[in-house]
């Protein structure tokens, strides 16, 4: 008798433990960012929360149902397009890699949940924008946005510039990286596109023709970056280019006349 109790005691902790562990793993951003990137194959939109999510968020919340309803269709359009662009393109979405960046942790956990995609030799990001926790799960936010050399030259379509400086197309700046020597590219007067690795350096001096574009051998926090002068190559004057891209921006040059 005393063995069978022993034997029912040790199912019920194991069986604790596993169902502890279960509930766990659904917080896990790393498993919903990949379960992301297989539903895009098809169709995501059980990502973006049912009933009981809904109601879960509309309770810490306080924003109304309907609310949280219309919203959820807006935000689903809006994901939507992203993904659809980069199925334009051609490019698949095999997970890598995901990172969490926490925005606020009450009423509401809400993250961005940064996704390192892979696509034949090819790698990018997909950014799921202001995900929120519920007792359960993660759900998708209000948006997304695709980055990659392969989505760059998009930005460059429809600017009206102003004269007299080079234009910042996108503003994307991360003060973490200012100063840093980033992967990027710059295009020639003559229309040949260079990939370098170039300081991301302060705006006021990007946006400058007069200040250089610095050039290095390898990018912040590559293997082998080091901070020394050894990493430095040459500068590039600004009047020899039509545009480059550095720290997630681009900028482009006026046109005179």
Known sequence: MKKIYLLLLLIIITSLSISAQK???????????EKFTKFTRGDFIALMGYDKEMNYISDKTGKSLEELT??????????????????AK?????????????????PIKVANIKILVNSGSQDYTFTLKNCAQTNTTWVLGDGA?????????????????PQGKFY???????????????RGYYIT?????????ILNDNPNN????????????????????????????????????KAFYTGNNLYVKAIDG
């Not at 003060?175 to 840093?180: A, Q, V």
């Open 145 to 161: 946005i695709a980055e990659g050399e392969m989505f760059e030259d998009e930005e460059l379509a429809g600017e009206t510039l």
């Open 90 to 106: 051609g490019m698949l979405m095999n997970y890598k890699s995901a990172e969490l960046i926490v925005k606020q942790e009450e």
């Open 189 to 197: 007067n003559d229309n040949y596109k260079i990939k370098a690795v």
């Open 23 to 33: 509930q766990k793993k659904t917080y896990d951003y790393k498993v919903f960012a």
């Open 70 to 87: 219309k919203q959820r269709k807006k935000h689903y359009q809006s994901i939507k397009e992203e993904v659809g662009k980069t199925k």
């Open 168 to 182: 910042t197309a996108s503003l994307k700046f991360d003060e973490n990286l200012i100063g840093k020597p980033m």
């Open 206 to 241: 990007l946006e400058s023709n007069d200040v250089n574009l610095f050039i290095y051998k390898t990018a912040y926090k590559e293997p082998g970056y080091t901070e020394n002068q050894t990493n430095f190559i040459n500068q590039i004057s600004k009047n020899e280019l």
